[in-house]
């Protein structure tokens, strides 16, 4: 089958790119503008016709993705502004939601190949403070709050977050009125910080994506570790979320719960999957990377926050998660072999 990747330049939308070959399907991918789909050509030359590339210069724009459903088994929506820099919030939220409520109705209108739907979430929209473990019950709906009340002077992460929430919700809500009239279910992926060496183009630490820049700077800036994200925060390794999304598109799915019919004491829930979760503290990356390369910090210190309960994705797609030792091996590997440490 051929699946559509859109935001196919991305970080995380690359390895699923990679994972989509692997297992075998062909790939169309989605880039804003042809320049940024160079390196995605020569990366994927090896596949030949099975990648291509499908220009949406603009996802906000009605109608943006009507060509680029057309033909394809399943659609991955990756694409979605993630950086903490936004003034307003509207910056990060339009992007987020008309981009996500575009492909669905694109796919809704035409197309009638598409039998699933993936789209990547966060756990920006399961998040809340709450002293129990999180699951795919948990929304966030204090960020959403916060940047209603407060706007431009919300926080940057909280501008973030509301953006990953609603554009999630809008998809559950697109599919709650439209179920009866579409061929396709609908998966979404939760995923904490995404972690783990690069295969899209950058071409210096300074033009990093958001969650690679950070674990960057804990290791190369002084006392990043102890400052940033409070210290620490939930992963995933970039390439079992690419595997997530490739078994999502793999795997039967229990059949689509409307929104009204949610209970977690019935265990009655939508198609969303936690990935990994795990807690971290930046201290134990670095520890987990022996030598003399980088920021030691205070070895032994930093408390993580508590794990996401996880056991949907392992149950329902047999996930299996990497190590943090593994991981933080193949990333400073990543930065030696480009001269970045
Ligand atoms: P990247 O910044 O590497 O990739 C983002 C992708 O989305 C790029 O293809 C980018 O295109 C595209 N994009 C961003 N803003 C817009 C816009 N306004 N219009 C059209 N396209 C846009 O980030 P990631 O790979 O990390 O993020 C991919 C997805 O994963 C996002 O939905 C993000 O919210 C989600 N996610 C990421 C996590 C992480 O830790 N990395 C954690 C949880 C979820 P361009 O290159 O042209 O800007």
Not at 29 to 51: E, M, N, P, Q
Not at 97 to 109: C, F, H, N, P
Request: charge should be negative.
């Amino acid at each position: 089958g051929k699946v559509l990747v859109s935001g196919a330049n991305g970080f995380i939308a690359v390895w699923v790119v990679r994972k989509l070959l692997e297992a075998g399907f062909s790939v169309r991918g989605t880039v804003r503008s042809a320049d940024k789909g160079t390196h995605l050509t020569k990366l994927f030359a090896a596949y030949g016709s099975k990648f291509e590339l499908s220009v949406v210069p603009d996802i906000t724009q009605e109608g943006a993705f009507d060509d680029a459903v057309k033909g394809v088994d399943a659609i991955e929506h990756t694409a979605s502004p993630f950086h903490l820099q936004a003034d307003d919030p509207a910056e990060l939220s339009v992007p987020a939601i008309q981009g996500t409520v575009g492909i669905l109705e694109s796919a809704r209108k035409y197309g009638s190949s598409v039998k699933r739907v993936v789209v990547t979430s966060s756990c920006a929209a399961v998040m809340h403070p709450s002293t129990e473990q999180l699951d795919e019950y948990d929304w966030n709906e204090d960020s959403v709050k916060n940047v209603e009340a407060l706007g431009a002077k919300a926080t940057n992460p909280d501008k973030y977050r509301n953006s990953k929430t609603l554009a999630e919700r809008a998809a559950w809500q697109f599919l709650d009125k439209h179920v009866s009239e579409v061929g396709w279910d609908l998966a979404v992926m939760n995923p904490p910080l995404v972690l783990g060496p690069l295969l899209h183009e950058v071409s210096s630490p300074s033009a990093l994506n958001t969650s690679a820049k950070n674990m960057y700077d804990v290791f190369t800036v002084p006392g990043f570790a102890s400052a940033s994200r409070g210290g620490g925060g939930n992963w995933v390794d970039v390439r079992d979320l690419a595997t997530a999304h490739v078994r999502a598109l793999q795997r039967d799915l229990p059949a689509y719960t409307p929104l009204a019919e949610v209970n977690k004491e019935q265990g009655r829930n939508v198609n969303r999957f936690i990935l990994n979760g795990k807690g971290f503290s930046w201290q134990q990356w670095l520890d987990a990377v022996p030598g003399d390369k980088y920021e030691k910090g205070t070895p032994g210190s930093g408390t993580p926050p508590r794990d996401y309960i996880n056991n949907k994705a392992i149950e329902v797609l047999g996930m299996e998660y990497r190590s943090m030792e593994e991981t933080a091996r193949d990333v400073v590997a990543d930065w030696e072999a480009r001269g970045w440490a």
